[in-house]
């Protein structure tokens, strides 16, 4: 446990956020991967906090089956408290305050869910010296270029915090202070609890302000202070789409800069995103235009990109995964997969193993050394080791009604256009010929080919198609000589080929 783990930390997320414009709660639209309230709380927990309570009202339900996904990703307990339909970021602490043990000591802290950028460290940065300084109340500031909207920092003359006013109570010369409170603090429990009590809603918003605790405490003789951070992003909230797009290209510029300090090749991290549950080893390159999305763990040596999407994949050391979509698959040590390659849930590629052009895979385990090379679904099978799948098969797991398994061995060999009509299985070391249509199992060894016999009907196309390209090409081949420049039709770079002649020809 960090050195200063707060007694409890409060996460604020009773309001509606209307201005996302979102049938889609504010604080479950996602950034890099995770829901705006995922992030916070992480940051959250990361402190250590002996409580962790948020405070819900708006989609209350939703919020709270969302917040029971996160305590199991982040293994804690996550209390949720209620707020009553007293408005105010104060009332919500009170109501979160219900939620602690009654004599509940130490530093209690209160940040939003809409602060998706706020690390651990900010936070524990605050506690420590919240705690050093022997401090009341200390809120987290930051001097901003445009501070509308914002409660404003009001020092007093020797710099201390005097009070904080918010925009609609503000007159001219507040206005034109810069230094905004982020609604970040560290409270001392039982000073937040004393004067909540006494916080009334006489503002021009009706509210009951959690800002007010600051000048009850001052007025009790409390120490109250402001630590202002540099890293204004870090206290940004997403009220709007624009702010979330804004938010996640800059988190994802964080993500991206670490994994590169880390050892990690990324040829353009401005084209490059990475999900913050993703893990890369060093030396791995990743090309422009790629997507890391959800756990996705690439191993050392692996080269990702250009223009791949992966989501939850797995990929192994030296694997080559080139302008390839795929998600919740493993992609072996050495495989290759690409270019133009689909690689759908449950696929499983061996070592060494190859998935390549145009071809598609789902819920198939594709054994080491096998090669998948072109233009072919792979659909509900099993390849063994070594086997090679001709171009242009078809794995027809569905019959319309059901999906049914393809079973193939080891060091098998199947011609192009192979149709492996489940269920069937195709024992080790088989082979098959172009254009085989498999309905029926075929043994280890054997060769199973799919012939009607092949028919010639000679001069078919002089008799049938007369006067046509075909025919006149045909023609030609059979008798070079006859190329009659009057019906010559191969254009006028031809020797003897006139306009006269393609005219001629026109018409014929
Ligand atoms: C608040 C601060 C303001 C600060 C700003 C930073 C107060 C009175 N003002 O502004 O000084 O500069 O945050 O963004 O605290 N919330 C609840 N219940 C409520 C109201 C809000 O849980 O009744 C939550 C919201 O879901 C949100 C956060 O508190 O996560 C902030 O609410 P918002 O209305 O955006 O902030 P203001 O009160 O305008
Ligand atoms: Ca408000």
């Not at 209307?18 to 992480?42: D, E």
């Not at 904080?164 to 609604?183: M, Q, R």
């Not at 916080?199 to 800002?211: F, I, M, P, R, W």
């Not at 679904?377 to 999906?403: C, L, M, P, Q, R």
Request: with cysteine; aromatic share 4%.
């Amino acid at each position: 446990m960090p050195q200063h783990s707060p007694a409890a930390v409060i996460v604020l997320a009773a309001g509606a956020g209307t201005r996302m414009k979102s049938a889609t709660p504010k604080v479950m639209h996602p950034i890099a991967g995770r829901s705006l309230l995922h992030h916070a709380i992480s940051a959250a927990a990361g402190t250590g906090p002996e409580h962790l309570v948020v405070v819900l009202r708006y989609a209350r339900e939703q919020l709270a089956a969302h917040l029971e996904t996160i305590s199991g990703s982040i293994d804690r307990s996550v209390l949720v408290a209620d707020q009553d339909d007293v408005p105010g970021t104060g009332r919500a602490a009170e109501c979160a305050l219900t939620q602690l043990p009654e004599d509940i000591g130490g530093t209690v802290v209160v940040t939003y869910g809409d602060v998706p950028l706020l690390t651990t460290s900010t936070l524990q940065t605050l506690v420590e010296h919240h705690e050093t300084q022997g401090n009341a109340v200390t809120v987290l500031s930051a001097n901003v270029a445009n501070p509308t909207g914002y409660g404003r920092i009001v020092r007093t003359a020797e710099g201390d915090l005097e009070r904080i006013v918010e925009e609609k109570d503000a007159d001219d010369a507040v206005k034109s202070l810069t230094e905004i409170n982020s609604g970040i603090y560290a409270f001392d429990a039982a000073v937040l609890r004393g004067a909540l009590a006494r916080v009334s809603t006489d503002n021009a918003q009706g509210e009951k302000y959690l800002t007010d605790v600051i000048g009850i405490a001052r007025t009790d003789g409390a120490r109250v202070s402001a630590l202002t951070t540099s890293d204004v992003w870090q206290v940004e909230g997403a009220n709007d789409r624009v702010q979330l797009a804004q938010l996640g290209r800059e988190l994802n510029r964080r993500i991206v800069e670490a994994h590169m300090r880390a050892g990690v090749t990324v040829i353009d991290p401005e084209t490059t995103w990475i999900d913050s549950d993703v893990t890369i080893a060093p030396d791995v390159t990743v090309l422009p235009g790629v997507q890391l999305h959800g756990a996705c763990d690439i191993a050392s040596g692996a080269v990702i990109g250009p223009d791949s999407t992966l989501s939850d994949m797995e990929v192994g050391e030296g694997a080559t995964v080139t302008r390839t979509h795929g998600s919740l698959s493993v992609i072996g040590a050495g495989a290759t997969v690409g270019p133009f390659a689909y690689l759908r849930p449950g696929t499983e590629l061996g070592a060494q193993a190859k998935i390549g052009t145009f071809v598609e895979t789902k819920n198939a385990q594709i054994g080491d050394g096998t090669k998948v090379p072109h233009l072919t679904y792979v659909g509900d099978a099993t390849i063994g080791e070594h086997s090679n799948i001709g171009a242009s098969s078809v794995f027809v797991n569905y019959d319309g009604v059901e999906k049914h398994r393809t079973t193939v061995g080891s060091h098998v060999k199947t011609g192009s256009d192979t149709m492996f009509i489940a269920p069937v299985t195709v024992g080790d070391g088989a082979y098959s010929g172009a254009g085989s249509v498999i309905r029926e199992d075929v043994p280890a060894g054997a060769l199973t080919i799919t012939e009607g016999r092949q028919r010639i009907i000679e001069g078919w196309v002089a008799a049938k198609r007369p006067g046509t390209p075909a025919a006149r090409a045909a023609q030609l081949a059979a008798d070079p000589a006859a190329g009659d420049p009057a019906t010559d039709s191969a254009g006028p770079n031809r020797p003897g080929s006139t306009d006269d002649a393609n005219s001629a020809e026109k018409e014929s």
